[in-house]
């Protein structure tokens, strides 16, 4: 899934005067942390580093099928916070919250961790 589809569709969806680089940022942001949080400290990554997000047609990290709820659940909810609209920023941090739980047991059952260094006490 590319970056500019899921801002195409919460445009369509939710109608803001957010640009899309702000969109893209709030993208590479969440990206970032999955990447951190969960391909970094797993084994089988398809990637390495994350690329930068600069025109949209980047595909982001989470792939079908959790991704689609993911991205646009968290866009919804990062544009609720910048309107100051704190119910509906609540309610689609819950559905996030649920989608990228989802997302990260999924990696977790797929995906063996690293193993940390081994230490040794004398």
């Given amino acids: 899934m590319k970056a500019m589809e899921v801002i195409e569709r919460v445009d369509l969806l939710e ?3 957010y640009s899309p680089e702000q969109k893209l940022h709030w993208l590479s942001t ?4 999955a990447f951190r949080e969960l391909v970094e400290t ?6 390495t580093e994350l690329p ?7 595909e982001l990290l989470i792939g079908a099928p ?9 866009l ?3 544009i609720a916070a910048e309107n100051g609209e704190t119910q509906r920023y609540n309610k689609r941090m819950t559905m996030f919250n649920s989608a990228y739980q989802e997302w990260t047991n999924n990696y977790n059952r797929t995906h063996k961790p ?3 260094g081994a230490h ?3």
């Avoid at 797993?42 to 990637?47: D, Q, R, V």
């Avoid at 930068?52 to 980047?58: I, L, P, Q």
């Fill in 15 to 17: 109608p803001n005067d």
């Fill in 30 to 33: 969440l990206d970032g942390k």
């Fill in 42 to 47: 797993h084994k089988g990554a398809e990637i």
């Fill in 52 to 58: 930068a997000y600069v025109n949209g047609g980047e």
């Fill in 66 to 74: 959790y991704g689609e709820d993911v991205y646009y659940y968290y």
């Fill in 76 to 78: 919804q909810a990062m």
């Fill in 114 to 116: 690293k193993r940390a």
């Fill in 120 to 122: 040794f006490l004398f």
